[in-house]
């Protein structure tokens, strides 16, 4: 079984009137089941948010004892963050967490997680001719991945998901659509399964097209969309790693990358799982974390411009300060 039915309610974040835009619709988006546990949320400029357990997940119940809050992270300058403990689902602080923002690599999470399902991993996938203009017209991270040559599924996710390059996802996506636009309808397909009704995807990379804030979620259900792609364990293998070294063979050439998230290479007991820039996006970086037994998972949409390690920064104050926190008596 799945680590999600254990480790997660779902539920959906109850609404906030106020005509924001992640509040345009009576549909409930993410939330978690707060069971007895206190939440810290700095909210919106409509006011807090609240939880609230759908029809869906009622008779279900936490596992694990439930967290006193006690203040709140002190310094992070994302615009949006939360963060989870994943054993309970309380959520133990958040800030502007229904709030819409666009996501720039993140959305490889939502790439991968419809290729896994998928399944067929270790099919071959020829690198198509049109990646080298898709690349260059967006310049885009990239791996250089040659017109013709094939590859597994299974290595062009580690690929993707390492370097975060566009390229591998460009390859994914024409295979598993096939064609772009039908993978595009399979990812927001899978949106709306996951009950991620303020979440959207234009592109299987996160490039800002056709506009920079037409691929966009909120923090919230980021962490949803988080805790389904690591229940898989082929997903939650890769995230994890600095390095994917692949050897030649007769069908491709050697391919090298490491992952530029410093989340990873800095902060203990980190165990992935996705940064992402572009300029509208700011920095933002999906993350889980594990210390003492506890798991916690979280995000922060629109860190700062100021370095690439910014997202990394926020999150190691918010992961941090929840660490520190006790069972509640």
């Not at 690591?230 to 007769?250: D, H, Q, T, W």
Request: charged residues 10%; proline residues 5%.
């Amino acid at each position: 079984m799945r680590r999600l039915a254990a480790r997660l309610l779902i539920a959906g974040v109850a609404l906030v009137a106020g005509g924001t835009a992640a509040a345009c619709s009576a549909a409930p988006g993410l939330a978690y089941a707060q069971a007895q546990g206190n939440v810290h949320s700095t909210g919106t400029a409509s006011g807090p948010s609240t939880a609230m357990v759908p029809t869906s997940a009622r008779g279900k119940t936490t596992t694990g004892p439930m967290i006193d809050v006690v203040g709140a992270p002190a310094g992070v300058k994302a615009k949006s963050g939360i963060v989870v403990d994943a054993t309970t689902g309380q959520v133990l602080w958040a800030q502007d967490e229904n709030g819409v923002l666009p996501i720039a690599s993140i959305t490889k999470v939502m790439t991968a997680l419809v290729v896994i399902q998928a399944g067929g991993l270790n099919q071959q996938v020829t690198v198509p001719k049109a990646v080298t203009g898709y690349v260059a017209k967006y310049s885009a991270n990239a791996a250089g991945l040659i017109p013709g040559q094939k590859f597994t599924a299974d290595e062009l996710l580690h690929i993707m998901l390492v370097l975060s390059a566009a390229d591998a996802a460009y390859t994914l996506a024409s295979a598993y659509g096939p064609g772009l636009p039908a993978f595009i309808a399979k990812m927001n397909a899978e949106a709306a399964r996951l009950g991620l009704v303020h979440t959207h995807f234009t592109t299987p990379d996160g490039l800002p097209y056709p506009t920079e804030t037409a691929t966009y979620s909120t923090a919230a259900e980021l962490v949803r969309l988080g805790e389904v792609a690591m229940s898989y364990p082929e997903f939650r293998s890769i995230v994890g790693l600095r390095v994917y070294n692949l050897p030649k063979s007769a069908s491709h050439n050697a391919v090298s990358v490491s992952t530029d998230n410093a989340f990873l290479s800095t902060y203990p007991g980190a165990v992935g799982i996705k940064i992402g820039y572009t300029n509208a996006a700011g920095h933002t970086l999906l993350f889980e974390a594990v210390r003492g037994g506890r798991v916690l998972i979280g995000d922060v949409l629109g860190s700062p411009l100021s370095g690439f390690s910014a997202a990394a920064q926020d999150a190691a104050k918010i992961l941090n300060w929840a660490f520190a926190l006790k069972p509640a008596s």
